[in-house]
């Protein structure tokens, strides 16, 4: 396996962005930029101009798409490092990576997502009281708990733009847990932010569902929790 | 005072957290990540509790008796004691924030784990770990919206405040800004295990760097039992890490078996006809590595999971699934899956008491890298009970008792960026000698290695040191109990039935033993 990673780097938040060109190799087949990027900060590798490459600042943990912090952007789509496989690259031959878009660049590929967390805080999503423990399994709370808040979704969200008053998917989807688990009684506030933040400007085109590293079905969050926020007197569709 | 300091905002830091702002304590939540990112996440199978909603007879003394008995009764009994007495309650809890366990005629279904009798580990199908960690997020962010917790969620330990030897607070850099930050307060420590350590070879994160661990050992807190490493026995090598295969799918009906003659030899099943597959992880793990040395046998140990019902795959372990079709192309549910051990948990840690104080006046820890409750192996599902049992416990001593001491100067470790170079060299020498079966020549060739390796000072000698203890415990624990098997004393010994604690003094590492403590008369209460 062998891949010309082009990769957009800036030394602070201050500083410009500049392109830097490494040639990785690796015997493992099922490699992943995150991987490559972990090879690649253990020293020896030189870029294309022949520079010492210095470690790559970026963020990272699980290394297996379960933890949202290695999200950057591949080739001009938003993806998880630990959950590209350079091989299918290998053909073409190169792979750009870049820091997220929408967020600040504090470093090479960290960006600082502090908004989709202020966001949450904003929404309200807690619970005052203790929940009622449902008769079965609810599989919209947990299908909206596996939200890794990675912002990839947000990132192709043609609506979103940090700081305004449209908040996106990823504090849709910590909502929709409670606006499933929440008694009707309970969740009046939850209900007028999610309208004023998320059903009020969503657009629908579903690119968050295409793109969310975690396959959530974000679509039928959305549908619950319209349903249960806004289209009250509809009923709300259940999972099957 | 500037309140509560917890380092760590995993399942033991959220749980201090919220015990601590339910009775209207300030607190700071620092940690080098956002919640999302922590290992706690990634705990799969489920949680224990014997809250005997499936009818077998459980009870909390049954859960006790195979916690005590599953750390090879190395545990604080009256610590194990209130863990399994409290289990049933913080199941309840975790069922009213939310927590989209497996339910059925609302109550939490159980399932079989390890090591235990009775099915006792509540889920949420195969990611209970991220769904309680949504959970607590949520209840955590009603007191941050009020200004009880306050969050520094990109801010790396520098060290602790310290005044005449006891903890008052503890410094931070922002990871995003440099800048650094002082805190004045108790200080509970949530960091997590030593995974750092071991970059490739874990189950775990490496974001838990184990740097919190090295510089409270150079500042001379105690360490326990740091030889105890827990093997999972059914990992798969994925790019970068060993994948967990949880042991809900032994639980649910995964079997585990290695070809002999041209024959499937289910070892676990033949060897332990009463719990088989689900023998407690050493037992597995020391299995597993003996079979495929084994001169007759052939290939690597596979875990049979073709027999589990569809069911089973789309309610119970969906997740796990997905992830082991992605990661080896291969559908769990028609061939069986190559496994080998890896590490994934380390009971050894920060020495704490039973109220999770540690040697240290003002310091606590709690987690994963406190040494309390596992003893020398854990149960599966006890990790996770562990972690929020103790979050809170550290937290209720706080609040029952008072600040005593204030002011205190920065105790700095230079922070010496890890060398991703250094980090592999310590990895290879620790894992050539704390395997699954250890022997006196491997640890000692290991330490003469690890004296060799050049580095600077700070954060790195800091590190160099604290591997170097986990190497001489090794090595001090001439039997072999749990976790730590040695083929040159392959016996467990009464005598050494104790505590063993490493300390750094005077930048030299000293152990000596301490006697467990007796266990309480039941329902006494805490001392
Ligand atoms: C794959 C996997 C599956 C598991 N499955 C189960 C299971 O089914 N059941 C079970 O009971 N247990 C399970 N476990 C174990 C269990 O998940 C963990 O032991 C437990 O969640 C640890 O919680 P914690 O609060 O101690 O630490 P963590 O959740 O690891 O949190 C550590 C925190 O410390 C912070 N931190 C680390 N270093 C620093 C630093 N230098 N400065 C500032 N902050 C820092 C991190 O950012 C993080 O917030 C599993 C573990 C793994 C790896
Ligand atoms: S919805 Fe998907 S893409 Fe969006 S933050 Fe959550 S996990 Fe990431
Ligand atoms: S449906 Fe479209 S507009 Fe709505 S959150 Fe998803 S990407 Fe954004
Ligand atoms: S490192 Fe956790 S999702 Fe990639």
Request: proline letters at 4%.
């Amino acid at each position: 396996m062998r891949v010309r990673l082009d990769i957009k780097r800036q030394r602070d938040a201050q500083s410009a962005p500049y392109l830097q060109s490494i040639l990785y190799e690796s015997g493992d087949e099922n490699v992943t930029l995150a991987s490559a990027l972990g090879d690649i900060d253990a020293g020896g590798f030189k870029d294309t101009d022949g520079r010492e490459v210095e470690p790559i600042i970026r963020e990272q943990s699980c290394l297996q798409k379960k933890c949202g912090a290695c999200a950057v952007v591949v080739d001009g789509r938003p993806a998880l490092a630990c959950g590209t496989r350079l091989r299918d690259f290998e053909r073409k031959g190169y792979v750009n990576v870049g820091p997220l878009r929408k967020f600040p660049v504090i470093a090479d590929l960290l960006v600082d997502r502090s908004v989709i967390f202020s966001q949450l805080t904003q929404l309200g999503i807690w619970a005052e009281n203790a929940l009622p423990c449902p008769e079965n399994t609810d599989d919209i709370a947990y299908e909206a708990s596996r939200c890794l808040q990675c912002g990839c979704c947000l990132e192709v969200c043609p609506n979103f733009c940090p700081g305004e008053k449209f908040f996106g998917m990823s504090a849709a989807a910590a909502a929709s847990r409670l606006l499933e688990q929440l008694p009707p009684s309970e969740r009046r506030e939850l209900e007028k932010a999610y309208s004023r933040h998320f059903y009020s400007g969503c657009g629908k085109s579903l690119a968050c569902r295409d793109i969310c590293p975690a396959g959530i079905d974000t679509e039928s969050l959305m549908v619950n929790s319209n349903a249960a926020a806004v289209w009250k007197f509809l009923g709300r569709r259940k999972h099957g | 005072m500037d309140g509560v300091i917890i380092i760590g905002a995993g399942l033991s830091g959220l749980s201090a957290a919220l015990t601590l702002a339910e009775h209207g304590k300030r607190c700071i939540l620092v940690s080098a990540q956002p919640s999302e990112r922590a290992q706690s996440v990634l705990a799969e199978g489920g949680i224990n509790a014997a809250a005997d909603t499936m009818g077998e007879g459980d009870s909390t003394a049954l859960h006790y008796e195979d916690t005590m008995k599953g750390g090879v009764y190395l545990a604080d009994p009256n610590a194990v004691e209130g863990l399994t007495e409290n289990a049933p309650m913080i199941l309840k809890k975790l069922t009213e924030l939310g927590v989209p366990f497996n339910i059925s005629g609302g109550r939490p279904v159980l399932r079989n784990f390890g090591g235990q009798k009775k099915k006792r580990t509540a889920y949420a199908k195969s990611s209970t770990g991220k769904m309680i960690m949504s959970a607590l997020t949520d209840a955590v962010r009603r007191y941050e919206a009020k200004g009880i917790v306050t969050r520094y969620p990109h801010h790396i330990f520098m060290g602790l405040i310290m005044s005449r030897k006891k903890c008052t607070g503890a410094v931070f850099r922002d990871s995003y800004s440099g800048k650094q930050l002082m805190f004045h307060g108790r200080v509970i420590v949530c960091c997590g295990g030593m995974n750092g350590f071991f970059p490739e070879k874990t189950t775990g994160t490496t974001a838990n760097t184990g740097d919190v661990q090295a510089q409270l050992f150079a500042l001379g807190t105690e360490f326990a039992n740091l030889e105890m490493i827990q093997y999972h026995p059914t990992t798969i090598g994925i790019s970068g890490k060993r994948c967990l295969v949880t042991e809900a799918a032994r639980g649910e009906g995964g079997r585990l078996y290695i070809m002999r003659g041209g024959e499937r030899w289910y070892f676990m099943e033949e060897k332990y006809p009463e719990l088989k597959n689900l023998m407690p992880r050493d037992v597995v793990a020391r299995e597993m590595f003996s079979v495929r040395r084994s001169a007759d046998t052939e290939g690597e140990v596979m875990l049979d999971m073709t027999g589990l019902s569809a069911e089973v795959w789309q309610k119970r372990l969906p997740d796990l699934r997905c992830e082991i079709k992605e990661q080896l192309g291969i559908d769990p549910a028609d061939v069986p899956v190559p496994v080998r051990e890896g590490i994934h948990y380390f009971m050894g840690g920060i020495y704490v008491d039973e109220h999770h104080r540690t040697s240290v006046v003002g310091l606590y820890a709690a987690g994963e890298c406190a040494c309390q409750y596992h003893g020398a192996n854990r149960l599966g599902g006890n990790s996770m009970l562990g972690a929020i049992y103790g979050g809170r416990t550290a937290a209720e001593d706080i609040l029952g008792s008072k600040d005593t001491v204030q002011g205190g100067e920065p105790v700095i470790t230079e922070q010496t960026a890890a060398s991703v170079k250094l980090v592999r060299e310590i990895s290879d020498i620790l894992s050539s000698a704390l395997g699954i079966v250890r022997s006196e020549d491997e640890i000692s060739a290991a330490l003469v290695r690890l004296d060799g390796l050049r580095c600077g000072g700070g954060l790195d000698k800091a590190r160099l040191s604290l591997a170097r203890a986990m190497l001489m415990s090794a090595l001090e624990r001439r039997e072999s109990r749990g976790a730590h098997f040695r083929e040159d004393y392959s016996k467990p010994d009464e005598a050494m039935r104790r505590t063993l604690i490493a300390r750094c003094k005077d930048g030299v590492t000293e152990l000596y033993f301490r006697e467990l403590p007796e266990r309480r008369a039941q329902h006494e209460g805490k001392a």
